[in-house]
T-cell receptor, first 117, second 115 residues
């Protein structure tokens, strides 16, 4: 089945630095990738949608200059948290849209726990 | 806009008992509905999905859900709970018709299995 590999699984960084999170589709081409954020014991909130070769579309309230998304190839999408601050600490999950014969589905990465100190 | 309400942030059942996790949705278009399970510090695993075919959907690990349009519900059930079912469960609805634009999630239900 469709597998998305997300790395790193955990990262600790100092305040003011940048962190890059990668999501790779291993056995399929991911034309569309979604990035979600999950605060402790809360639900997933969609941050942005990226389509291969075009600019990402950000949800209202998400700073596009802080959360840089690149989807330069059909198998790799990256999220870079720039000038990270403690309030950016969260669990970030990517999700690739997949299509079977008639419908859409979604496969998720294993998530990245970001801690900014 | 589409939305999902999961009734009960925590549900506790005894091992071997029926599991019932409730999900109600609101959608302006024919919905695609999903149930996912999440274990601590992990991503989401698809349990099952409804995409306008059969209203009773069978998923993995013995779970099933029934789409009831009149009640705008998509409750998740399992006849007999197992200790390994303890996890966080999320109900989700497609953000647009056809299911192409990502998902809106409910707040999740933490399932506790009592021995």
């Amino acid at each position: 089945g469709a597998v998305v590999s997300q790395h790193p699984s955990r990262v600790i960084c100092k305040s003011g630095t940048s962190v890059k999170i990668e999501c790779r589709s291993l056995d399929f081409q991911a034309t569309t990738m979604f990035w979600y954020r999950q605060f402790p014991k809360q639900s997933l909130m969609l941050m942005a949608t990226s389509n291969e070769g075009s600019k990402a579309t950000y949800e209202q309230g998400v700073e596009k200059d802080k959360f840089l998304i690149n989807h330069a190839s059909l198998t790799l999408s990256t999220l870079t948290v720039t000038s990270a601050h403690p309030e950016d600490s969260s669990f970030y999950i990517c999700s690739a849209r997949v299509r079977d014969r008639v419908n859409y589905g979604y496969t998720f990465g294993s998530g990245t726990r970001l801690t900014v100190v | 806009a589409q939305s999902v309400t999961q009734l009960g942030s925590h549900v506790s059942v005894s091992e071997g008992a029926l599991v019932l996790l409730r999900c109600n949705y609101s959608s302006s278009v024919p919905p695609y509905l999903f149930w996912y399970v999440q274990y601590p510090n992990q991503g989401l695993q698809l349990l099952l999905k409804y995409t306008s075919a059969a209203t009773l959907v069978k998923g993995i690990n013995g779970f099933e859900a029934e789409f009831k349009k009149s009640e705008t519900s998509f409750h998740l059930t399992k006849p007999s709970a197992h200790m390994s079912d303890a996890a966080e469960y999320f109900c989700a609805v497609s953000r647009s018709g056809g299911g192409a634009d990502g998902l809106t999630f409910g707040k999740g239900t933490h399932l506790i299995i009592q021995p």
